[in-house]
């Protein structure tokens, strides 16, 4: 009498990965139970989870907002350290470019809003903002210094690009407030640039004076900075004080777009169509000055 060996078992037995059928499967995801190969898996608070079953979680899961509707980064603000490294980037290249290159080019003077005289360059409005005074070093180091301590405040509430379109506003406001309250250029007079994040900086300024007021916040102590710097910007001279009130309203207006759009599903469209909207004013004042010349 013969004893036969048992035959092994199928290998279709053998459970395998859906996503790969030619791997073998041995730990089962603790959601839907499918089996998962090893570049499948992803760890869970209990065990192992499906890549599929992952997916499906953060499609469905609401993505977390701040108070105004931006989405939450945790961390640094790393928005502000990318204007901050900007502006200290090209303020490194107004001492390395010959020629006073970056200054030629960049700087803002009212001569440049108008199509008129032939050198018409409104982009220098915003680039402006990123240049600094060489002469006077504290210049950037200050700017730089209010900007770090308004931006890590900012930044979390608003979210990286709401305080991104408020900050880039604010400096082209600044440089509309430069245009509007300053005399228009001369033919055959010295252009003057201007030049610094100050415009943007008061933006801040304003956006936190609105955001303290909206939260209910106590905005005695803003109202003594903005005062105390905008009598500076009028007793020391070869400050543009007028950049100064172009940003502070600037930034008040973004941050009243952002903070008083009404909640719900169309809260992030309402927000940036007052975003829009202060841009289109920015623009219409500086077509109605120049028009006006």
């Known amino acids: 009498m013969s004893y036969g ?67 939450i980064a945790t961390g640094r603000p790393m928005a502000t350290f990318l204007i901050i490294a900007l502006c200290a980037l090209v303020y490194v290249l107004q001492w390395v470019v010959p020629d006073d290159g970056i200054y030629q080019n960049l700087a803002f003077a009212t001569v440049y809003a108008s199509p008129d005289f032939g050198v018409f360059e409104p982009w220098r409005m915003l680039t402006s903002a990123f240049l600094h005074s060489q002469g006077f070093i504290l210049h950037i180091a200050l700017n730089m210094y209010m900007l770090w301590m308004f931006g890590q405040a900012l ?26 309250l300053t005399p228009g250029y001369v ?48 007793l020391v001279p070869q400050i543009a004080w007028q950049a100064h009130l172009g940003g502070l309203v600037t930034g008040a207006l973004c ?8 909640r719900g599903p169309r809260r992030g469209l309402l927000q940036a169509a007052g975003l829009v909207l202060v841009l289109a004013l920015l623009v219409g004042l500086s077509a109605l000055r120049v028009a006006s010349a």
Request: hydrophobic share 40%; proline share 8%.
């Open 5 to 71: 060996i048992p035959a092994a078992e199928p290998s279709a037995q053998i459970p395998v990965c859906p996503r790969h059928p030619d791997r073998p499967a041995y730990v089962r995801c603790q959601r839907c139970g499918r089996p998962a190969c090893p570049d499948c898996q992803r760890a869970a608070a209990v065990g192992f989870q499906c890549v599929d079953c992952v997916n499906e979680t953060r499609r469905t899961t609401p993505a977390s907002k701040t108070v105004y509707g931006g989405a």
């Open 155 to 180: 930044e979390p509430l608003l979210g990286r690009i709401r305080f991104l379109a408020v900050y880039l506003l604010s400096a082209f406001g600044g440089s509309v407030g430069y245009l509007l």
């Open 255 to 262: 941050a009243a777009a952002i903070a008083y759009a009404p």
């Open 187 to 234: 033919p055959g007079q010295q252009v003057t640039g201007v030049v610094g994040a100050s415009g943007a900086i008061f933006g801040l300024f304003g956006a936190m004076l609105v955001v303290q007021r909206h939260r209910g916040g106590d905005t005695r102590q803003l109202w003594v900075l903005i005062a105390v710097n905008g009598v500076i910007g009028f």
